[in-house]
């Protein structure tokens, strides 16, 4: 079992900046690949980014390659997502999730464990 908890959603202006984090309470963290998704109100869950249990390895939606940095630390059981210029169309809840083993962490059927999510709004 693993519980996740984000945190450092908000509002902020167009082309700011904001860090999200994921808390996992787990004894097993470096099982798990873990990823971040979005859902903005009427579509579908959106794959953001997602990174390899070691950290070695990171994966980014076309929509956010560039701005967007996932990261790692094992040490702490955290992940953390660092959004840069932001814009407006990135207005959603972000969901951080825990995906054992080596499977497609870009497919949202990976991941076993879900956060509540944190709301990020961009405004314009």
């Known amino acids: 079992q693993v519980q996740l908890v984000e945190s450092g959603g908000g509002l902020v202006q167009a082309g700011g900046s904001l860090t999200l984090s994921c808390a996992a309470t787990?004894?097993?963290?470096?099982?798990?690949?873990m990823g971040w998704f979005r859902q903005a109100p009427g579509k579908e869950r959106e794959f953001i980014s997602a990174?390899?249990?070691?950290?070695?390895?990171?994966y980014y939606g076309d929509s956010v390659k560039g701005r967007f940095t996932i990261s790692r630390d094992n040490s702490k059981n955290t992940v953390t997502l660092q959004m840069n210029s932001l814009k407006p169309e990135d207005t959603a809840a972000y969901f951080c999730?825990?995906?054992?083993?080596?499977?497609?962490?870009?497919?949202?059927?990976?991941?076993?464990?879900w956060g509540q999510g944190t709301q990020v709004t961009v405004s314009s």
């Open positions: 787990t004894d097993k963290f470096v099982d798990y690949g």
């Open positions: 990174v390899t249990w070691s950290g070695r390895h990171t």
């Open positions: 999730a825990a995906a054992y083993g080596t499977l497609d962490l870009t497919l949202r059927r990976a991941y076993s464990y």
